[in-house]
T-cell receptor
Framework: DQQVKQNSPSLSVQEGRISILNCDYT??????FLWYKKYPAEGPTFLIS?????DKNEDGRFTVFLNKSAKHLSLHIVPSQPGDSAVYFC????????????FGKGTKLSVIP | DAMVIQNPRYQVTQFGKPVTLSCSQT?????MYWYQQKSSQAPKLLFH???????NEADTPDNFQSRRPNTSFCFLDIRSPGLGDAAMYLC?????????????FGPGTRLLVL
């Protein structure tokens, strides 16, 4: 049973436009969420995170929004750049003292110049 | 630069022949993890070390073992690799305390079983 779901396997966006990557979760115990970016032949790189006590966190071009009632989070990239083309993984963790990150299957973002 | 290093990047082994994958870190993090990621799948946690304490996930096969001789190094041993064990193996680290939920990953070792 997938507890973290990224329903769009791929997304194409024009350079300069907004990229929106979505993630849904089912486990109400999750209280911390992370986004990772992964280039081919490399490991996932931490991008941005959000605690369940917040509904928004911003870092430069990247903003993560959390809707706890809907068990949904999204990553916004504005403006999108060709270098943002990668696979983006949503991950969640449940509770202080938990060390298990539960990942989604990823969304492949292609930013078209 | 502080980092997580995995060697080798690619490993070919034969069916049933033991293989060891290596991970080292210069971040001085006290927690280290091993994940398995198969094609188009989410990374799956196999086990983690909290300092010297080993924590196995309930569904990790006995075929997978790990050693952590010191803070900087962690090894993944696959005792008798099967064809289904072909995957990317990711090592990660984290630090207890502030932002302890954030895990930092190495580049991975891609294992091929012939």
């Amino acid at each position: 049973d997938q507890q973290v779901k990224q329903n769009s396997p791929s997304l194409s966006v024009q350079e300069g436009r907004i990229s929106i990557l979505n993630c849904d979760y089912t486990n109400s115990m999750f209280d911390y969420f992370l986004w990772y970016k992964k280039y081919p032949a490399e490991g996932p790189t931490f991008l941005i995170s959000i605690s369940s006590i917040k509904d928004k966190n911003e870092d430069g071009r990247f903003t993560v929004f959390l809707n706890k009632s809907a068990k949904h989070l999204s990553l916004h990239i504005v403006p999108s750049q060709p270098g943002d083309s990668a696979v983006y993984f949503c991950a969640a963790i449940a509770g202080a003292g938990s060390y298990q990150l539960t990942f989604g299957k990823g969304t492949k973002l292609s930013v078209i110049p | 630069d502080a980092m997580v290093i995995q060697n080798p990047r690619y490993q070919v082994t034969q069916f049933g022949k033991p293989v060891t994958l290596s991970c080292s870190q210069t971040l001085n993090h006290n927690v280290m993890y091993w994940y398995q990621q198969k094609s188009s799948q989410a990374p799956k946690l196999l086990f983690h070390y909290y300092d010297k304490d080993f924590n196995n996930e309930a569904d990790t096969p006995d075929n997978f073992q790990s050693r952590r001789p010191n803070t900087s190094f962690c090894f993944l041993d696959i005792r008798s690799p099967g064809l289904g064990d072909a995957a990317m193996y990711l090592c990660a680290t984290s630090r207890e305390g502030v932002e302890q939920e954030t895990q930092y990953f190495g580049p991975g070792t891609r294992l091929l079983v012939l």
